[in-house]
């Protein structure tokens, strides 16, 4: 695989504790989604940021491609964190996106080519249940 983009980041004290990027341009400190009432992000609320911005510029992309006159888009990520029956953890993922100026079918077919094409959902695809919704704006 060619490499377009590299970046690293720490964390340290776990989901309670802090994460950065190396170079020092962002940080975040970390409370578990169990402690709501602290300050701090959680990881899934990080992850579900990366996915709906990755997957946004993906549609872009996608839609160009697909030579559809997508005229805006906006795309949520919903991430939930939960236990599977061998006790294991295990997200699960809904991807909510608004586009205008297609209609219902083209928009339908934009997103499943999306799917296929946007690093996030390639990287989780078989070990995470996602699901997809579009509606036309």
């Known amino acids: 695989m060619k490499i377009f983009y590299r ?3 720490t964390a340290t004290g776990g989901r309670s504790g802090h994460t950065g990027l190396d170079d020092g341009s962002l ?3 970390l409370v578990s989604f169990q402690e709501q009432d602290k300050e701090g992000v959680n990881p899934e609320q990080l992850f ?3 996915y709906a911005a990755c997957f946004d510029s993906a549609l872009s992309m996608t839609a160009q491609h697909m030579k559809l006159p997508v005229t805006a888009s906006k795309t949520s990520a919903q991430v939930g964190i939960g236990m599977k029956a061998d006790g294991s953890y295990n997200l699960e993922i809904e991807l909510s996106v608004e586009v205008s100026g297609i209609d219902e079918a083209q928009a339908q077919q934009l997103i499943e080519a999306t799917h296929q094409v946007c ?3 390639n990287a989780t695809r078989g070990n995470v249940d996602t699901r997809l919704e579009v509606t036309v704006v």
Request: aromatic fraction near 16%.
């Open 7 to 9: 970046t690293r980041a």
């Open 27 to 29: 940080g975040f400190d």
């Open 48 to 50: 579900a940021m990366g």
């Open 119 to 121: 690093p996030y959902s």
